[in-house]
């Protein structure tokens, strides 16, 4: 179906009334004063996009494909503390995107307590998302892959539930099962900080301890569920060992690499190549480290030259909002300074949001003269084929 997508005006949580039910929050634009980005093609180049993406799958591994506050430093957190994030269903209709990996607000879900990550705030920011899923007539949540083509084939997309942490688990092991159970299919294992199944990339001190024993359990009940595993913002040794000791493929949805360009900021070749051995999958991150779609190109064929093109796909981690301001309003909650090179830019060029993320990769791949089926891969394929595998 392409970009010719059934959208019919939903708009979240319309089943209810603003100011009345729920606390209405000023939303976010689609550029937030910034000036879009298209790559330009020819006719004859527009005409073989619009065939690539009506015939074969497209998924983002990793984004949050919902508004933000249009004033993040004022309202970020009364939306938060209200619960209900806000999908962007009409500008997702905006964009060839079949199912994207919707990574929920993580450590924002501060709705219950002061720091987020807490079981309570996962449950109720997953449910009430799920909630809002459940009343529109073009996103459906996802649960197989069949899900994935059916988006495509009608028009629609689907919404992956993914999480970025294990953190709200603890020490119970039986709430992965309960996570499974509300739908999430993709976990992250930890967020920077380290947790009790492994150590943050955020969280060493004078050495890298890697994943825990119950993190081996961890893996293993994640290998059992059918729920696929990602170790983004994990440690280099927790990375490591979760490819050592699992049974099936494994993600990193978005990550840059160390020696393409992202020094300590990235991954490195080792944690690249041990990801892509289990079979898996690395998302390319979009990151204001970078100016614009060239840049987040080249460390996308970097990682193509590095492991192959069956291993990478696209996982922008981008939003619908002022990422700079939320990165801002983050810093200063954590107590953080941030590096000076994370704020050099204010956004990346051609990569905004979702929708202009989205439109902008098959148009430079197509530009640049990437053959059909590689294409079709790093679209989607490869994560469909892991996807067949873990669930």
């Given at each position: 179906?392409?970009?010719?997508?059934?959208?019919?005006?939903y708009?979240?949580?319309?089943?209810?009334?603003?100011g009345?039910d729920?606390?209405e929050?000023?939303?976010?634009?689609?550029f937030?004063?910034?000036?879009?980005?298209?790559?330009?093609?020819?006719?004859?180049?527009?005409?073989r996009l619009?065939?690539?993406v009506?015939?074969?799958?497209?998924?983002?591994?990793?984004?949050?494909?919902?508004?933000?506050?249009?004033?993040?430093?004022?309202?970020?957190?009364?939306y938060v503390?209200?619960?209900?994030?806000?999908?962007a269903y009409?500008?997702?209709?905006?964009?060839?995107?079949?199912?994207v990996?919707?990574?929920h607000?993580?450590?924002l879900?501060?709705i219950?307590?002061?720091h987020?990550?807490k079981?309570?705030?996962?449950?109720?920011?997953?449910a009430?998302?799920?909630?809002d899923?459940?009343?529109s007539d073009?996103a459906?949540r996802c649960?197989?892959?069949?899900?994935?083509?059916?988006?495509?084939?009608?028009?629609?997309?689907?919404?992956v539930?993914a999480?970025e942490?294990?953190?709200?688990i603890?020490?119970?092991l039986?709430r992965?099962?309960?996570l499974?159970?509300?739908?999430?299919?993709?976990?992250?294992?930890?967020?920077n900080?380290?947790n009790?199944?492994?150590?943050?990339?955020?969280?060493?001190?004078?050495?890298?301890?890697?994943?825990?024993?119950?993190?081996?359990?961890?893996?293993?009940?994640?290998?059992?569920?059918?729920?696929?595993?990602?170790?983004?913002?994990?440690?280099?040794?927790?990375?490591?060992d979760?490819?050592?000791?699992?049974?099936?493929?494994?993600?990193?949805?978005?990550?840059?690499?160390?020696?393409?360009g992202?020094g300590?900021?990235?991954?490195?070749?080792?944690?690249?190549?041990?990801i892509?051995?289990?079979?898996g999958?690395?998302?390319?991150l979009?990151?204001t480290?970078?100016p614009d779609?060239?840049?987040?190109?080249?460390?996308?064929?970097?990682?193509?030259?590095?492991?192959?093109?069956?291993?990478?796909?696209?996982g922008?981690?981008?939003?619908?909002?002022?990422?700079?301001a939320?990165?801002?309003?983050l810093?200063?909650f954590?107590?953080?300074?941030l590096?000076?090179s994370t704020?050099?830019?204010p956004?990346?060029?051609g990569?905004?949001?979702?929708?202009?993320?989205?439109n902008?990769?098959?148009?430079?791949?197509?530009?640049n003269?990437?053959?059909?089926?590689?294409i079709?891969?790093?679209?989607?394929?490869?994560?469909i084929?892991v996807l067949?595998?873990?669930?």
């Open positions: 179906m392409g970009t010719n997508k059934q959208y019919h005006g708009e979240s949580y319309d089943y209810l009334e603003a009345t729920y606390r929050v000023e939303l976010g634009e689609l937030s004063g910034f000036e879009p980005h298209e790559v330009p093609l020819s006719a004859e180049e527009e005409a619009k065939d690539l009506a015939q074969n799958d497209v998924v983002s591994l990793h984004d949050h494909p919902f508004y933000f506050p249009k004033d993040v430093h004022d309202d970020i957190w009364t503390r209200e619960g209900r994030v806000h999908t009409e500008y997702l209709s905006q964009s060839p995107l079949d199912a990996f919707d990574m607000l993580d450590g879900s501060g219950h307590s002061k987020g990550w079981w309570d705030d996962i449950v109720h920011d997953v009430m998302r799920a909630a899923i459940a009343h073009f459906f649960s197989s892959v069949e899900d994935i083509h059916r988006a495509r084939e009608e028009g629609k997309v689907t919404i539930p999480l942490s294990t953190a709200m603890e020490n119970e039986d992965l099962d309960l499974y159970g509300l739908g999430i299919r993709c976990l992250g294992v930890t967020y900080a380290s009790s199944v492994g150590t943050g990339q955020g969280d060493i001190y004078e050495r890298d301890g890697g994943l825990t024993a119950f993190g081996v359990d961890a893996v293993e009940r994640m290998n059992k569920l059918g729920m696929a595993i990602s170790t983004s913002h994990s440690s280099p040794q927790t990375t490591l979760v490819c050592e000791v699992t049974d099936e493929p494994i993600f990193d949805t978005h990550a840059l690499a160390q020696t393409g992202m300590q900021r990235g991954s490195s070749d080792e944690e690249l190549e041990a892509a051995d289990t079979g999958v690395i998302g390319v979009s990151s480290h970078l779609l060239e840049t987040y190109m080249d460390h996308f064929e970097y990682m193509v030259d590095l492991v192959g093109i069956d291993h990478v796909a696209f922008p981690d981008v939003l619908y909002g002022d990422h700079t939320l990165l801002e309003v810093g200063e954590h107590g953080v300074e590096p000076e704020m050099q830019n956004y990346v060029k990569l905004e949001n979702p929708t202009e993320a989205w902008n990769i098959p148009r430079w791949l197509v530009k003269d990437y053959p059909d089926d590689e079709e891969k790093v679209l989607g394929g490869n994560v084929r067949e595998e873990v669930w």
